[in-house]
């Protein structure tokens, strides 16, 4: 089994921790040491699990460790992989649970977490970093970019492609080939008909501009 530490003990972290867990029930694959978490003292409890240190401890981990970013902020998880990058002993793994799609031509790049009941169509592109949260879709042809939030249940048809480090709302629904920019927020919700701009926040039926970067 592969050692690994989820980074971060909010909501998400510990939805992640659910997804190895449950993994490890079909085939055991990964060995969870603990959370890091740069807002809690070490030893606290998380559940039945601890925070073992936070990100200083952790870029100058000794030894080999597998690390999953457990939040959704796109920017901050960009700056982090920079830093815990430097260390050769991290690495991002994909981690892909059994219910999850996957088709065999979609590439999928290090980092990417691909939650269950998931689909990735044919030649659907997930570059590195990506959350894709359960019950969510990437349509053929998709580009998902760098370090980009996918939350529950979201529809990505085909050839949409989608910036770096943008964060799509739960249940939110794209139309096929539109652009989504760079750090863009698409509300939870939104039906999205027409391409979004870098730095933009949308949200409604039809999306509509709410916010201007
Ligand atoms: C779109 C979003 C980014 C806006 O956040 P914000 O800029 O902080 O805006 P606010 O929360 O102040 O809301 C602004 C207004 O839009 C409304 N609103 C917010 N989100 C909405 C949504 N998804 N659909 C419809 N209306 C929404 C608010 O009720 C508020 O209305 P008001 O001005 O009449 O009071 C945010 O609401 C959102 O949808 N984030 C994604 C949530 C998500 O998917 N979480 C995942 C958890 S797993």
């Not at 659910?18 to 603990?34: A, M, S």
């Not at 815990?84 to 031509?105: D, G, R």
Request: aromatic content about 8%; glycine content about 12%; some cysteine.
């Amino acid at each position: 089994m592969q050692d690994i530490i989820i980074y971060g003990a909010g909501g998400l972290g510990r939805e992640i921790l659910f997804l190895i867990e449950n993994i490890n029930t079909q085939k055991p694959e990964w060995n969870f040491l603990g959370f890091v978490d740069d807002g809690k003292p070490v030893g606290a409890p998380i559940g039945m699990k601890k925070i073992i240190g936070g990100g200083s401890w952790l870029a100058s981990i000794d030894k080999p460790v597998a690390v999953v970013m457990g939040f959704a902020d796109s920017g901050a998880k960009a700056s982090l992989y920079d830093k815990l990058s430097l260390n050769k002993n991290i690495f991002f793994p994909v981690i892909k649970h059994p219910t999850a799609l996957i088709a065999s031509s979609s590439v999928l790049s290090e980092g990417v977490v691909v939650s269950a009941f998931c689909i990735v169509a044919p030649d659907a592109k997930i570059k590195q970093g990506v959350f894709l949260n359960w019950y969510s879709s990437v349509g053929h042809d998709s580009v998902l970019g760098d370090f980009c939030s996918v939350m529950p249940s979201v529809n990505l048809s085909g050839g949409v492609t989608v910036g770096d480090r943008t964060l799509i709302g739960v249940g939110a629904k794209i139309h096929q080939n539109l652009k989504i920019g760079s750090d863009a927020v698409v509300g939870m919700g939104s039906i999205v008909l027409s391409n979004v701009p870098d730095r933009c926040t949308v949200l409604g039926n039809p999306a509509i501009i709410i916010k201007k970067g």
